[in-house]
């Protein structure tokens, strides 16, 4: 059974830099989420996508931040010019479509580190 | 708005003995529940769901919650504890027009041998 895949684990970068997240959902699930998890804290909700539409994304992903899922399958969270703050856990989940009461799978996520 | 208040940000306890741990949300319209744990450096795994139904959900490692609806809790048990439970619990909501899930800020579990 293969779950939620995230590469890369770990990124440490300088501020200012530009970095790429990947996320292969479960090849099933329709669904796919991001999210931002900072220390002591719980996940954040940051975008979702339905198949390759993007469907909702919070006030919490700024203008550097961009999620795509070009073909309905993987999908990629950009954060250009990184920020101190922007040192978290991301997080990506997947389920199946229909209604909002089909649990999300999560990844192990990638930890971002900024300089 | 939703919000979701986990009471106890650390709960310590022996090993064997039993817990709770307490989650209470707010909302205004019917939401979905859910209990999520974390290990270090992982990601969340579904422990248990609440949709609707029987107010006693049953999960996975020996968890349970029950739903409270006018007491709008949501509190998880287990009446045996393991060291390998010693982890970080989220609760979590959901309302049933949206998917986006409302994590509280996470009770981490020290179970002590």
Known sequence: ???????????????????????D????HNRLYWYRQTLGQ????????????????????????SAERPK?????LEI??????DSAMYLCASSPSGSSNQPQHFGDGTRLSIL | A???TQLDSQVPVFEEAPVELRCNYSSSVSVYLFWYVQ???????????????????????????????????????????HI?????????????STDKLIFGTGTRLQVFP
């Not at chain 1, 959902?25 to 099933?28: K, L, V």
């Open chain 2, 84 to 96: 390998s439970d010693t982890a970080e619990y989220f609760c979590a909501v959901t309302r049933q």
């Open chain 1, 72 to 76: 309905g399958s993987f999908s990629t």
């Open chain 1, 1 to 23: 059974d293969t779950g939620v895949s995230q590469d890369p684990r770990h990124k440490i970068t300088k501020r200012g830099q530009n970095v790429t997240f990947r996320c």
């Open chain 2, 2 to 4: 939703q919000s979701v």
């Open chain 2, 39 to 81: 290990y270090p450096n992982q990601g969340l795994q579904l422990l248990l769901k609440y949709l609707s139904g029987s107010t006693l959900v049953k999960g996975i490692n020996g968890f349970e919650a029950e739903f409270n609806k006018s007491q709008t809790s949501f509190h998880l048990r287990k009446p045996s504890v």
């Open chain 1, 42 to 65: 719980g996940p954040e909700f940051l975008t979702y996508f339905q198949n390759e539409a993007q469907l909702e994304k919070s006030r919490l992903l700024s203008d550097r931040f």
């Open chain 1, 80 to 85: 250009q010019r990184t920020e101190q703050g």
């Open chain 1, 25 to 28: 959902p479960i090849s099933e």
